[in-house]
């Protein structure tokens, strides 16, 4: 994994990106709600479900536009701290959010308790220019959080596929 995520481009990891939201766009369309998203079953969540939520597709968006974007400019440091700050929230927020398993954690709640830890790893790494090191951890990061995390909200079941695709059943 170490020299899978040491050789990705970044504007591949963009493209990743922009491919699963198509991907999600696509199935929508499929499905044939797209048009009617069910936003009512956002009504009553609590506050957490919120705040991770907004900031999870906050940090998603500007991660892609990192991803796409030069390196090392005053934009992408701005920018990147912005994006630290929400993923940071988007981490710290999921551990007050339970119930795919009742009212304990689920193994997904050990990514968050990673990026809590070693964001601030490749927030260092960044200060002290160590560009390879800060590259990784935030492709990691992201490729985690973003990708593979996010995904698996769409499963069946789970609150943005009812959102989006399946409305009140399950």
Same mark, same amino acid.
């Given at each position: 994994?170490?020299?899978?995520? &040491?050789?990705?481009?970044?504007?591949?990891?963009?493209?990743? @990106? /922009?491919?699963?939201? *198509?991907?999600?766009?696509?199935?929508?369309? $499929?499905?044939?709600? =797209?048009?009617?998203?069910? *936003?009512?079953?956002?009504?009553?969540?609590?506050?957490?479900?919120?705040?991770? !939520?907004?900031? /999870? %597709?906050?940090?998603? #968006?500007? #991660?892609?536009?990192?991803?796409?974007?030069?390196? #090392?400019?005053?934009?992408?440091?701005?920018? @990147?701290?912005?994006?630290?700050? !929400?993923? !940071?929230? $988007?981490?710290?927020?999921?551990?007050?959010?339970?119930?795919?398993?009742?009212?304990?954690?689920?193994?997904?709640?050990?990514?968050?308790?990673?990026?809590? $830890?070693? %964001?601030?790893?490749?927030?260092?790494?960044?200060?002290?220019? &160590?560009?390879?090191?800060?590259?990784?951890?935030?492709? @990691?990061?992201?490729?985690?959080?973003?990708? !593979? /995390? @996010?995904? *698996?909200?769409?499963?069946?079941? &789970? =609150?943005?596929? &009812?959102?989006?695709?399946?409305?009140?059943?399950?």
């Amino acid at each position: 994994m170490k020299s899978f995520v &040491r050789n990705i481009h970044p504007q591949i990891i963009a493209l990743i @990106g /922009a491919a699963a939201f *198509f991907l999600l766009l696509i199935l929508a369309l $499929v499905k044939g709600n =797209l048009s009617s998203p069910h *936003f009512q079953n956002l009504i009553g969540q609590p506050i957490q479900v919120y705040v991770h !939520l907004v900031a /999870a %597709l906050l940090t998603f #968006g500007l #991660g892609l536009v990192l991803f796409a974007a030069p390196k #090392g400019n005053f934009p992408h440091r701005a920018l @990147g701290w912005v994006w630290s700050g !929400l993923m !940071l929230t $988007v981490a710290a927020s999921s551990l007050w959010i339970t119930g795919l398993n009742g009212k304990t954690y689920s193994p997904i709640h050990l990514l968050s308790a990673w990026v809590l $830890v070693i %964001l601030p790893v490749a927030l260092v790494a960044a200060r002290r220019h &160590r560009v390879d090191i800060h590259s990784r951890i935030m492709t @990691g990061v992201f490729l985690g959080a973003m990708i !593979l /995390a @996010g995904g *698996f909200t769409f499963f069946p079941g &789970r =609150l943005l596929w &009812r959102v989006l695709f399946a409305g009140s059943e399950g």
